[in-house]
Nanobody, 115 residues
Framework: VQLVESGGGLVQPGGSLRLSCAAS????????MSWYRQAPGKERELVAA????????NYADSVKGRFTISRENAKNTVYLQMNSLKPEDTAVYYC?????????WGQGTQVTVSS
């Protein structure tokens, strides 16, 4: 099982980034996919989630209207489009796959928002 995140980096406040998470080794289309983040000294928090078929999404209040989660089951990939980035969005972002019987995490990708 692998979840490989990419797309992180350094961006100025107000900028945009698109994170990708490529999955392999499990039935991607059966899993709820989520993005979490963890800032230094803070607990890991849920940023956004999308249901297995992609019909429903959920967002943390802090990112509503700025971030969009989406998935392409044909490509076993989930995305997080992040717009209007703020310094407080700085964190390691993790991809997560979940069903009642399985729970997988990626290694994370660093996002730094700074001028």
């Amino acid at each position: 099982v692998q979840l490989v995140e990419s797309g992180g980096g350094l961006v100025q406040p107000g900028g945009s980034l698109r994170l990708s998470c490529a999955a392999s080794g499990f039935t991607f289309s059966s899993h709820v996919m989520s993005w979490y983040r963890q800032a230094p000294g803070k607990e890991r928090e849920l940023v956004a989630a999308v249901t297995a078929a992609g019909g429903s999404t959920n967002y943390a209040d802090s990112v509503k209207g700025r971030f969009t989660i989406s998935r392409e089951n044909a490509k076993n990939t989930v995305y997080l489009q992040m717009n209007s980035l703020k310094p407080e969005d700085t964190a390691v972002y993790y991809c997560h796959a979940y069903t009642r019987w399985s729970d997988y995490w990626g290694q994370g990708t660093q996002v730094t928002v700074s001028s």
